[in-house]
């Protein structure tokens, strides 16, 4: 892979691009706070997840060239917050909906007979499909795509949140993907082990990370208010 002249940089400046509006919801919109660092808190942990995706999905120069060295990198532990808190309130921001606490006998509907269940389907999707003989992107995006449906199945009033928290941060992503290709033009193609997927993308983003973000948001958007039963 050809490395240019402080491409080392790109991944660090743009996952940490990312706390910029994650930052600014934070600071500006104080009710949403504990969703924001309570979902932050759990992806960012994600970020270890890094060596399992390189390089088979890509290979991104980093600080002190740990992606390629050791598979684990800091800018990956960046990345995972920043998504994670602002994926949790999109809609929230849109909407002005507040999650409230939800009532004793709305706990004991059947349907939250599954309710850890279905939080943990992607954990529990994902290393019964890594071992296929595919990219790993692959298992990624559907174990989430798996539990955002578990969780509208087992919590049908975050049906609402869980589509259309997944179509903004699609947007949201896109945005930041056009940045990174605008500021370093031919990062994707540099980077991305895009002989590996499946060729098809919308101008230069490759449609696994479009499908990534999809199913991130569409998970992450109603996770909060799952876990800690509030609708």
Partial sequence: MQTLPLESYVWLIWSSALLMPWLIAYIGFPKYRKTMLWASLFTAPLGLTEPLFVPEYWSPPSLFDLALTTGFDI???????????????????????????????????????????ALAAPFVTFPVLYFFPWNPIYPGIIAMAVGAIANVLCRPDLKKKTWIGGVLFLLYYAVFLAGLEWTAPGYIDRVWNLEALSGFGIFFMPIEELAFAVAFGMYWSGVYEHFTWRR
């Fill in 75 to 117: 800018e990956s532990l960046i990345f995972c917050f920043g998504i994670g808190g602002v994926s949790s309130v999109l809609y929230n921001l849109l909407t002005g909906y507040v999650p409230t606490r939800m009532g004793k006998d709305e706990k004991n509907c059947p349907l939250h007979r599954h309710h850890y269940k």
